[in-house]
T-cell receptor, first 112, second 116 residues
Framework: KQEVTQIPAALSVPEGENLVLNCSFTDSAIYNLQWFRQDPGKGLTSLLLIQSSQREQTSGRLNASLDKSSGRSTLYIAASQPGDSATYLCAVDSSNTGKLIFGQGTTLQVKP | GAVVSQHPSRVICKSGTSVKIECRSLDFQATTMFWYRQFPKKSLMLMATSNEGSKATYEQGVEKDKFLINHASLTLSTLTVTSAHPEDSSFYIC????????????FGSGTQLSVL
């Protein structure tokens, strides 16, 4: 059974810092991995999608890497801003159907 | 871009009543939709897979008679929480798959259910 774990559960940094969020999964047989952002009481915003054949994806200040064999992914946020404060979720698709298994999330607070 | 509309965004109801949540794909046809549940400060847990024109597939531990799912058209899936109890209070969110590839996956904005 696929399990997804995110570390740390919470993170607080001063504005401007670069930071890394970690995600690990127990079964390396995945089709893709996705990072989402969730604001309190809101739905999900997709940030980056990495296919199993890819090593990384970049969008603006965000960079996500994937090491499928070791079951790990990282989300790198450069030059963090207070507007980046949110919960970040990673999720894997092990069935290629869109059915996602989510991690518990990392709640990020960026202080001005 | 493709949009998934989820309604209502927030609902408060009394114990024993039933609540229907709608998930609509606005500009694409979704043969498959997923329903998730999220407890406070917890992750999203998949409840069921909704397939157009067929019965939903429920995850282990999810009561079929409690959480009724209907996917009557290619653009609409509904989740009905029957005889709601306070422990059903949660954030419910749907997602819809567009097209042949599951790369096109879109989430609704979620529904916060509070049962008194």
């Amino acid at each position: 059974k696929q399990e997804v774990t995110q570390i740390p559960a919470a993170l607080s940094v001063p504005e401007g810092e670069n930071l890394v969020l970690n995600c690990s999964f127990t079964d390396s047989a995945i089709y893709n991995l996705q990072w989402f952002r969730q604001d309190p009481g809101k739905g999900l915003t997709s940030l980056l999608l990495i296919q199993s054949s890819q090593r990384e994806q970049t969008s603006g200040r965000l960079n996500a890497s994937l090491d499928k064999s070791s079951g790990r992914s990282t989300l790198y946020i450069a030059a963090s801003q207070p507007g980046d404060s949110a919960t970040y979720l990673c999720a894997v698709d092990s069935s290629n159907t869109g059915k996602l298994i989510f991690g518990q999330g990392t709640t990020l607070q960026v202080k001005p | 871009g493709a949009v998934v509309s989820q309604h209502p965004s927030r609902v408060i109801c009394k114990s024993g009543t039933s609540v229907k949540i709608e998930c609509r794909s606005l500009d694409f046809q979704a043969t498959t939709m997923f329903w998730y549940r999220q407890f406070p400060k917890k992750s999203l847990m998949l409840m069921a897979t909704s397939n157009e024109g067929s019965k939903a597939t429920y995850e282990q531990g999810v009561e079929k008679d409690k959480f009724l799912i209907n996917h009557a058209s290619l653009t609409l899936s509904t989740l009905t929480v029957t005889s709601a109890h306070p422990e059903d209070s949660s954030f419910y969110i749907c997602s819809a798959v567009s097209g042949v590839t599951n790369e096109k996956l879109f989430f609704g904005s979620g529904t916060q259910l509070s049962v008194l």
